[in-house]
């Protein structure tokens, strides 16, 4: 029955994607600079969980550490049937990516301003990914200034639909 309610909740696409959650925060926080998939390492309640489509990107980050990338905040609440074998809500959890992708992001994030955030998390032919983004933090007025076109663009769409 549950999974009947997370499947009218989040609905797959004709790609077999199945979002989870997405982190709209980061669009307006940041200017999200170069897009990466990546997998990641799951216990069982925790996929069970997603499933049912609960999960928490907000104050969600990655980081590099010795040679590997963790996603940090990410929080996947426990999952309700589960006993004493849950999982902690906001553990670190690892994600997989080639060597070669994990050495281009860390040295993409020794820049001065650059940090990787997680933008949706989503289930793809069955698999849980994580679509992460090298991102530049905005000023506030970047981020009033960005508000500004939107409105305006808004604005055109709408006297173009009138006509």
């Keep these: 029955m549950a999974s009947k309610k997370a499947a009218a909740k989040a609905k797959a696409d004709d790609s077999g994607i199945l979002v989870v959650a997405r982190n709209r925060r980061a669009r307006h926080d940041f200017d999200l600079l170069e897009r990466v998939e990546a997998g990641l390492v799951l216990t069982g309640t925790e996929v069970k969980s997603l499933r049912n489509g609960k999960a928490n990107l907000e104050d969600a980050y990655a980081?590099?550490?010795?040679?590997?990338?963790?996603?940090?905040?990410?929080?996947?609440?426990?999952?309700?049937?589960?006993?004493?074998?849950?999982?902690?809500?906001?553990?670190?959890?690892?994600?997989?990516l080639h060597r070669r992708e994990i050495g281009k992001l860390e040295s993409r994030t020794n820049e001065k301003g650059i940090t990787i955030v997680p933008v949706s998390l989503y289930f793809k032919k069955g698999i849980a990914k994580v679509e992460i983004c090298l991102a530049r933090g905005r000023k506030t007025y970047d981020k009033r200034e960005a508000i500004k076109k939107q409105e305006a663009k808004r604005d055109m769409d709408r006297a173009l639909r009138r006509r």
């Design 63 to 96: 980081e590099v550490d010795k040679g590997e990338i963790w996603l940090l905040g990410c929080d996947i609440p426990e999952y309700v049937q589960a006993n004493r074998m849950n999982h902690v809500p906001k553990r670190p959890r690892k994600l997989l």
